[in-house]
């Protein structure tokens, strides 16, 4: 008898990975997943502030796509290793601030590094050639499985027959002939295979759970970065970023302003850490104010702060401001026009 083989399946919540560890698992072989954890993914926290994504399932995705397989799924908290890719990718960034196929092999080298402390055997992704175009194309398929460590320990079943063998094929662990060909952007043959295997619910197929590939997040990172002048930002940094209307009024310092209650209730946790306002005389946004601001610069905060509550049409607003040495003052302003706010304020 020979030992039962094993394989660990990057699972990131999506479709791919979800059909790449079941068609691997028909095979007879012991499936577990492993979820590497950037803090950058959509889901989580964010579904679950904004009104608007209340319909919405509120859920990680990647545990679900675990329970669906009935698979044991390991969560990996990469933050802090994870800077570096963020900051300096070696093979640069996609449209926006994804450093898609550096984060590839970064987290293709974790999982060989996993299979090796944990004895199994080799590493499925859900990857499809053709599919994204910085990290999914067959140019960069070798550089994934070389730079990473993983060499032919990795496999790709969705469309490992447009590749060469890997070992897991080569020496039958796996049969070749149970495994796909996709190639492309469509998800048409993966929605069909997921309807064969009955998975009736799935993450958005076309989707993506990270935030570096969008284009305003994208840019408020880089605002963040130059602000500074360097690149650094810490897990508080990410997710103010995701949440809010950020505007940069001056130069030394912008504005967070929540747009509906989840949102505020969501900055009341960094009151502490930050200057911030509200209006006292109208309903209206908890504001934050990243970095520094004189009396000016307070009184054109409270006069912004003020256009987005409801009193922008009155005459004369108040606003409150708690400093960071926990000093309290009352600016009783008349709202900027919304006119007066130029584009290039917006973030």
Known sequence: MTNKRKAVALISGGLDSLLAARVIQEQGIHVEGINFYTGFCVEGHTHAIRKKDRARPKRNNALWSAEQLGIKLHIVDIIEEYK?????PKHGYGANLNPCLDCKIFMVHKAREWIDSHDFDFIITGEVIGQRPKSQRKDTMPVIAQESGADD???????ARNLPPTRPEREGWVDREQLFGFEGRTRKPQMALANTFGFEEYAQPAGGCCFLTDQTYSRKLADLWKARGERRYELDDIMLLKVGRHL????DFKMIIGREDGENKFLEGY?????HLFTTTHRGPLVLIDG???????????RITARFSQGRDAELVDVEVHTLDGEQQVFRVRPIAGAAIPGGWYL
Do not use: S
């Open 292 to 302: 520094e601001v004189n009396d000016e610069g307070l009184e054109l905060a409270a």
């Open 248 to 251: 940069r009024p001056h130069p």
């Open 271 to 275: 009151r502490k850490q930050y200057v």
């Open 153 to 159: 320990l990795l496999l790709r079943p969705l469309c």
């Open 84 to 88: 570096d890719i963020v900051i300096n």
